[in-house]
């Protein structure tokens, strides 16, 4: 085991865990979300985020860019495609910093990191800036500018040749990779940000073939309604299913164009009109760019626009919850709105909206929510089912029968007086969360994460903790006399 490590950071090490990253031969593995998140129990990771803790930022990535489903890759993604690399250039500030005699030498395979730094150095003796020469030291932090000649594309724009900077990792000439990059941010060009195709490159190291599997399933579908619409142009059900399906995995310029062709052609199709405030409403969402809150608007105006058509219109009526939420306009709210499912919000955007509401059978489902403000809230019945609730307070809310299941993140959330009877947290991620004082009798924590949780003071009389885990280096913490591991708790070490 020990070799098999150490293989694994000098390989690490060598790519400079980059982002354009080779495809590599694959083996049959599920897709199942659980098999992303188990990867963090794996010895590999576990060493790799105590490295972290010692102050090792490279292998750092190692735990922030690793749970990414291959879905989530490609929503994450503006561009993909695999490219064999025909031209490297080495950059600082945005500018090519040596000339091609010096790079062919920085470039050949067998040189060393420390051989790579006196390259540099001799070949920029007289550059002055001190920022330059700290990145020196770890060649992994270089920015360089890679052209590719595109082999396969998988999503964005249709290239033949394209140039994208990224940081990191080394490419060499004639080398094909599979890139993930993104384009919004940035002034010039494409840029692969640093969690880019990390998820991508830990699989193809672990003869996982999901996430190829998935860029090849998403090139097929794409192919198949273009065909599809080329047969039967203007048809609704294609365009309707062309929309959402570049909706889903955030093309949003082609998602756009399906909903445009169903306006132009279907006016009286009102889902043309749902599916632009969509695109509208997600680009604010997920895009980088400075017209977040015009989009916003626009998307609103859009719902608004809608609701005036089908008062009563599902999907025009959530639309416009969560963009009023998102803007911090929610005295404009209808009160009896219950369905928050897919939100993405900040507590600094709802003010006290959801303090002491009335929220029987609420929805959050696969929402985004952080330093939201739930204390005394009756939740009764509510479902947070997949949601993320970083540090919100549910201090004294009523929370029996709701549920947590698949939870994806908690941290620092707390729970303090609350009520959970009954409540269901199967395969939760409860790490550092405070149930302190709460009432936890008869809840439901098989599989549960409870890393560094603390349940000081909680009654827990009849709750079920079958297989649930306390892995890690902190502990978690019971009330005086509950023995955990009678309970079916697991420590992972």
């Known amino acids: ?21 080779p495809i590599a031969p694959f083996a049959n593995q599920s897709q199942d979300k659980n098999h992303y998140s188990a990867r963090r129990s794996s010895p590999l990771f576990l060493v790799l985020v105590f490295l972290v803790l010692l102050g090792k930022p ?3 990535l190692a735990s922030m860019c690793m749970d990414l489903t291959p879905n989530e890759l490609i929503q994450n993604s503006n561009l993909i495609f695999k490219g064999k690399v025909i031209g490297v250039k080495i950059l600082f500030k945005d500018k090519i910093i040596v000339n091609d005699e010096i790079e062919k030498i920085w470039f050949q395979r067998d040189l060393n990191i420390d051989d790579r730094q006196k390259v540099l150095f001799k070949a920029i003796k007289t550059h002055k800036n001190s920022q330059f020469y700290r990145q020196l030291f770890d060649p992994a932090r270089l920015h360089y500018l890679t052209k590719y000649t595109i082999l396969a594309p998988y999503k964005g724009p249709a290239f033949d040749n394209i140039e994208v900077e990224n940081v990191g990792g080394l490419h060499y000439l004639g080398e094909e990779e599979t890139v993930f990059a993104d384009k919004g941010y940035l002034k010039n060009g494409y840029f692969s940000h640093q969690c880019g195709g990390f998820s991508y490159w830990w699989a193809s190291e672990h003869g996982d073939q999901s996430y190829q599997t998935a860029l090849d399933a998403y090139r097929q579908k794409q192919e198949q309604l273009t065909t599809a619409l080329q047969l039967s142009p203007h048809n609704p059900a294609l365009l309707k299913e062309q929309g959402a399906f570049y909706l889903q995995y955030h093309d949003f310029n082609s998602a756009e164009w399906a909903y445009q062709e169903l306006r132009l052609h279907h006016p009286k199709d009102v889902a ?11 680009r604010a969402q997920h895009e980088h760019n400075n017209d977040k809150k015009v989009l916003y608007e626009q998307g609103l105006a859009g719902y608004e626009s809608i609701l005036k058509i089908d008062r009563n219109n599902r999907a025009a009526r959530h639309g416009k919850t969560l963009i009023l939420l998102i803007l911090g306009r929610w005295s404009e709210l209808d009160k009896s709105v219950r369905d928050f499912s897919g939100r993405q919000s900040k507590g600094k955007n709802v003010g006290n909206y959801f303090v002491g509401r009335h929220l029987v059978k609420a929805k959050f ?7 939201i403000n739930f204390s005394n809230a009756d939740l009764r019945h509510a479902d947070f089912s997949g949601a993320t609730i970083w540090n919100c307070n549910f201090t004294n809310a009523k929370l029996s029968h709701s549920i947590f299941r698949n939870l994806k993140g908690a941290e620092k959330a707390k729970f303090n007086g609350a009520d959970f009877q009954y409540a269901d947290f199967t395969e939760a991620n409860l790490e550092e969360v405070d149930f302190g004082y709460a009432d936890l009798q008869h809840a439901d924590f098989t599989k549960a994460d409870l890393q560094e949780t603390s349940f000081a003071k909680a009654t827990i009389n009849k709750a079920k903790f ?16 509950f023995d955990p591991q009678s309970a079916g708790v697991k420590n992972c070490k």
Request: proline share 2%.
């Open 1 to 21: 085991m020990k070799h098999k490590l150490l293989a694994s950071f000098k390989n690490t090490w060598r790519s400079g865990l980059s982002l354009h990253l």
């Open 58 to 60: 490279v292998l750092g």
């Open 272 to 282: 043309g009109l749902v599916g632009l405030a969509d695109v509208r409403f997600n």
């Open 365 to 371: 489902r696969n929402a985004i929510l952080e330093g």
């Open 466 to 481: 079958n297989n649930a885990q306390t892995c890690g280096l902190f502990k978690t913490t019971w009330p005086i006399g």
